[in-house]
C-alpha cells in the first residue's frame, strides 16, 4: 500500500498515459457523523482494534499477549461496582494478588489511566489519603464528584468488560510516603500487566475529559485500486500533518505519561480529533486510527517516537538493546517534568523492565555499566542553568535537568578504563536515586583554559589553551576552511567568558574516506571536569570534540628546549593519515576476499580472527583508529607521552 502526498494528486489523477485503463476509487470517512463520541460505534471500533489485538489470528501480537495476567496490584478501584452503585470504591488486595491457574478472566484484568494532574490537578484532583481511606474502602466515591476524565475511563473500562481500574492518585495514597514507595516500586509491573492503557492525550488536567467537547476535524483518504492487478493507493493529507494531533496534546510532552507508555501492551489515545489505538504488534495494524480503521500504512508514526516496547524486546544484540535504551533517554529529557527530582523514579521503573534483557549489567543512574565509558560522553542540547539541588552524580545525564543527547558506542573506542563504580541508593532501591555515588577512571588528563566561548547556550565553540606545566595555546575554534575543530558541550549555562578546568580523554572515534581523494579522520572526546570541594575528586560540566590535529596536541607534550613548530605537528599529523588509509587499504582488501566466502561461516570468522590478531599484533587494538601511542615509524622524538591518572567523578 502506498501513499501520495496531496501535491501528487494531479498527476495521479491525470488522463491515464500509462497502460492503466481503468480504476476504481473509493472514499472512506470516519468522522463526526459515523462516530460519535461516546457512542456505541465509537465504543464498537474500539473492541474491535482490541479484538483483534488479543485473538491474534496471525500471529503477530504475541508481544501483546505474553503477559503475567495471574497477578493484580495490591490497591484498585472496583467498576463493577461503581456499574450498580455509581460509587467508585477502592479496594485493598491482601497484597500484590496472584491468582494462580486463572488466566485471562475478567476478574484479573484491569486497566491503568494517563493523565495530566495540572496545576488544577496539584491542588484540587481528588486523592486517596489517609484520612478518607476508610471511606473510600467502605462507600468509595461518587461517580459525579470525579472529574470528566475519571469518569470517563470508568466508562471505557465499561466497553471491555473490566472489573478492575488503577488510577495514580487514587490507588496510592498521597499523604504516606510509605505506601507511595510501597506501590512506586511496583508501577513497572502495574503497567506492563495491565490490559490497556487509556491516555488522555489532550486535556490539561483531570477536568478535560477523555473526549473533548469540540467539533473533530473530519479525516478522508481516497482508495486507489487498478482493475485486474493487486495494486492498490490511498491519497490523504501528509502524516507530519495527521500525526501533529498526537504531538500537540499535552500528554504527549509529559514524562510520566511517555514512561508509561514504553511500559504498557496496549493504548487507546484520545486526542481533540481522533481516537487512536496503538499496541506492541509488529504489523501495520498495531497502529490504527479513525481514519485507518485498519492499520496505519507509514513506516513513521507518532512523530517518530515509536513504543520502545522494553517488555517486548526479546533477544537482540547488547548494542541493540543499549541503542533503544539511548533513545528512549534522549527522547525522556526533553519532556516535561514539574517536579525534576521524579526522573530518577521515572528511570528506576523503566530500568527494572529493561535489565530482563541482561540481567547481569549493572545499572547506574540512568547509565548502564557495560556501556562504560563511552556512556558518559552524553551531551547537553539546550543547557540551562545549575539546579539548586542535586538529585544526581554529575556524571549522569540526569544531573543536567535539560534535553540532552545520548551517544552510540559505535566505533567510539575507549582510551581510558572505567575501573571502579560506587552506588549508594537510597530507600535501598538498586534501580533508584542514587545520593553520594563516584565513578573512578584511569586514563589521561590535561589542564586547559577555554576560552572566547561562542554560543555558550547551544553546541558552543572556543579556543584553548594548555596550563599546568606545560602552557601553550592549542586551538582556534574553527580552521582556515571556516570548517569547526572545537565543538564544546556544557552541561550548564555559564556566564564566564573563559573556564579553567581538567580535559579527560575518553574515546577516539574514526571516519574512513569517502573517496581517493580523502582520508581516514580522527576525533577524539573528553570530559570537562572541575575539582570538587574535595581535593581528590572531580564533578564534570561539560564535554568537548576535538579533530585531527588539535587531539595530538593534547594528547602530547613537547620535549624540553623543543619549541611548539605548526609544521612538526601538522607532519605528524599527515604520516598518521598516510598509515591509517594504507591499513585501511589492506582491511578492505581482506574484506573483499572474505565476502566472497561469506555464506561459509567457520571459514569467514576464522579469517576475520586472523585479521584481528594481525592488525592488533602490529598496531594495537586502537592502532587501527589512531596512533595513539609513540611510534618509531612515527616522528615523535621531539614529544614525550602523558602518565596515566586515576580520576574520581562524583
Known sequence: MRRFHTEEAAELFAPPTSQITEAEC????????????????YRSLASQWLSRCVQDEHDSHVGCNSTDYDWLPSQLLDVEHASKTSCLRFVELNAHKDLPDAGMSRDNRFVTLSHC?????AEALPKLTNANFEERKKSGISLQDLP??????????????????????LCIKQDSFADWYREAENLAHIYQTAFLNISADAAEDARGGCFPKSEPVRQHHFELRVTNTSDSWRLTEDDVFMFSRLRRGLAFNRAWIYRERQLVRRVLHFTVDEMFWECCGDTEDSFASETFPNGVPYLDTHSGESMLQLINM??????????????????????????????PLILSTLAKAFSHNDPDDGYAGGLWQSTLPQGLLWKTLRPVGKPLRR????????????????????????????????????????????????IVLKGLKRQVRL??????????????????????????????????????????????????CFCMFITIRTA??????????????????HPSQYSSEYIRIGMIELDDLYSLKLRYKIREGVDDDEDRWLQLQNQIIARQDAIYNIYEQDMRVMHDIEKNEREFKRIADENTARYEGKYGIAGVLYQFEMSEELDTDWLDVLEVEEVVIT
Not at 574512513?512 to 571536569?529: Q, Y
Request: glycine fraction near 4%.
Open 26 to 41: 473509493s472514499q472512506a470517512e470516519l468522522s463526526e457523523s459515523s462516530y460519535p463520541r461516546n457512542s456505541a460505534a
Open 117 to 121: 494532574w495540572g496545576k488544577w490537578g
Open 148 to 169: 470528566q476524565t475519571f469518569q470517563d475511563a470508568v466508562e471505557i473500562a465499561r466497553w471491555f468488560d473490566v472489573k478492575w481500574l488503577w488510577v495514580d492518585s
Open 314 to 343: 526479546g533477544p537482540s544484540s547488547e548494542t541493540s538493546h543499549h541503542s533503544a535504551w539511548n533513545a528512549y533517554c534522549s527522547k525522556l529529557s526533553a519532556k516535561l517534568l514539574s517536579n525534576p527530582s521524579d526522573m
Open 391 to 438: 538529585i544526581a552524580p554529575s556524571w549522569s545525564w540526569v544531573a543536567a535537568v535539560a534535553p540532552v543527547e545520548l551517544r552510540e558506542s559505535y566505533r567510539q573506542h575507549a582510551v581510558t578504563t572505567f575501573s571502579d563504580i560506587n552506588l549508594f541508593t537510597l530507600y535501598e532501591d538498586t534501580f533508584g536515586q542514587l545520593d553520594k555515588s563516584y
Open 451 to 500: 576560552r572566547n566561548i561562542r554560543r555558550p547556550h547551544l553546541d558552543a565553540t572556543c579556543d584553548i589553551d594548555l596550563l599546568g606545566d606545560e602552557q601553550r595555546p592549542i586551538t582556534m575554534f574553527r580552521d582556515a576552511e571556516d570548517t569547526y575543530r572545537c565543538r564544546l558541550f556544557l552541561d550548564h549555562t555559564m556566564d564566564a567568558d573563559e573556564i579553567q
Open 512 to 529: 574512513t574516506g569517502i573517496s581517493a581523494s580523502t582520508h581516514t579522520s580522527r576525533k577524539i572526546s573528553a570530559l570537562l571536569l
